[in-house]
């Protein structure tokens, strides 16, 4: 059974541009969560999506961005790029009965 | 405003030195305590999911157990496949909803 699945691994970015990050949930979850992870930092909730909407959101700007598709997959998209977005994002997935299950992350560097 | 605290920041130990890792938590209502391992590079990992004072969870050589304003990650006999970064997150909601708050974690090193 597949886990939650990123892509890309990788990405370098220039300043200003704008990044679509992509996840494919475990099977049988229907909700996704999107984290921005900085180097030796925790983890940080940019926002949640069930049923297509967002259903909640943590203190990021308004250029963090997402969607969620009826088969429950999940994009993220940042729009004019700083410095400071360089992260790891990481997607999470999980349904009433099950937790959350993490994927390995999309790398973002900004240059 | 809700926090979660981790310490210590970085834990070096020798191979079979037990220890004990902290997090403290300000979580209005807390509906779930979770705990994380996560290597370098990759997603969390989940280890145990804590819901009331006084419970505890043991997987192999972890104990996770959880008070009013702290939980424990104690390990045992610790070995050198244990090094990773272990990170607390708190929610004050049930079930899938909602968002974890996490620690900064405590990175582990265990030597031979």
């Known amino acids: 059974d597949a886990g939650v699945t990123q892509s890309p691994t990788h990405l370098i970015k220039t300043r200003g541009q704008q990044v679509t990050l992509r996840c494919s949930p475990k099977s049988g979850h229907d909700t996704v969560s999107w984290y921005q992870q900085a180097l030796g930092q925790g983890p940080q909730f940019i926002f949640q999506y069930y049923e297509e909407e967002e259903r909640q959101r943590g203190n990021f700007p308004d250029r963090f961005s997402g969607h969620q598709f009826p088969n429950y997959s999940s994009e993220l998209n940042v729009n004019a790029l700083l410095l400071g977005d360089s992260a790891l994002y990481l997607c999470a997935s999980s349904s009433v009965t099950y937790g959350y299950t993490f994927g390995s992350g999309t790398r973002l560097t900004v240059v | 405003e809700d926090q979660v605290t981790q310490s210590p920041e970085a834990l070096r130990l020798q191979e079979g030195e037990s220890s004990s890792l902290n997090c403290s938590y300000t979580?209005?209502?807390?509906?779930?305590l979770f705990w994380y391992r996560q290597d370098p590079g990759k997603g969390p990992e989940f280890l145990f999911t804590?819901?009331?004072a006084g419970e505890e969870k043991e997987k192999e050589r972890l104990k996770a157990t959880l008070t009013k304003k702290e939980s424990f990650l104690h390990i045992t006999a610790p070995k050198p496949e244990d090094s990773a970064t272990y990170l607390c997150?708190?929610?004050?909601?049930?079930?899938?909803?909602?968002?974890?708050?996490f620690g900064k974690g405590t990175k582990l090193s265990v030597k031979p």
């Open positions: 804590l819901y009331s």
């Open positions: 979580v209005s209502g807390l509906r779930g």
């Open positions: 997150a708190g929610s004050n909601y049930g079930g899938s909803q909602g968002n974890l708050i």
